[in-house]
């Protein structure tokens, strides 16, 4: 099957985000709105899609909840599926074919910062883990890094799970390449003009946009919702 997975957990400490959230409004709920807009743009836009899975659970922390959601994923590929996963805080803007294209794991764009070097990892080019597709036939060698990984995963950082998947990333020593903004355009600071640059597209060539709820969920939501509306076709 060819699955798009997304997540929803519940979180007791918002202290381990990118800054402490304990005190934003709506919080719980603004995530939960933007997984009912990225499902009704999965469904009009995602071409040969099967089904759309979202995981809940509850969690300590956020990144006890990348930890956790690495293995539900990791179990559901072993099934034999196609898996694109999404944050919560992306949507589709226009018909996606992304299903039996790629045969290795794959995410498309940069992050900010566009490079890390920060032992253990050194990558020169560091890429958003916001949306990542899964073949069915992806090498046990490089989940086996992501095993590896997640079970000893640092959480020191807010990134720490985006280091490990930039791993699995770059250890496959193709020579494909992996740079597709158009399906996963970071929308970092929500200037549309800034957002163009940083990714070196329009929003109008894109098909799925990650509009970075972390830097502040109501208005990432409306953020969201606007493109969702003008990109409603």
Known sequence: MNIIVSKFYTVKDHTKWYGDRTHEVDLEKNYKAMIEVMKDSAKQYGEDLDDIIIHTGKVTDIRTAFEHHYWQVRQLWKEGHNILYVDADVLFTKP??????????????????????????????????????????????????????????????????????????????????????????????????????????????????????????????????????????
Not at 100 to 125: A, C, I
Request: proline share 4%.
């Open 96 to 233: 996606l074919k992304i299903f039996g294209v790629f045969d290795e794991f794959k995410m498309f764009n940069y992050t900010d910062p566009r490079s890390l070097n920060q032992h253990p990892y050194v990558f020169e080019h560091y890429y958003n883990c916001g949306v990542r597709y899964f073949p069915s036939d992806l090498s046990e060698d490089i989940w086996a890094i992501g095993d590896a990984g997640f079970t000893n995963m640092d959480r020191t950082y807010w990134d720490s799970e985006q280091r490990i998947y930039n791993d699995m990333l770059w250890s496959q020593n193709s020579n494909e390449n992996h740079f597709h903004p158009e399906l996963a355009y970071q929308a970092v600071s929500g200037i549309p003009a800034n957002d163009n640059v940083f990714n070196t597209i329009s929003m109008d060539s894109a098909k799925i946009v990650h509009v970075h709820g972390s830097r502040g969920s109501g208005n990432r939501l409306n953020t969201m919702k606007n493109i969702r509306e003008k990109y409603n076709a």
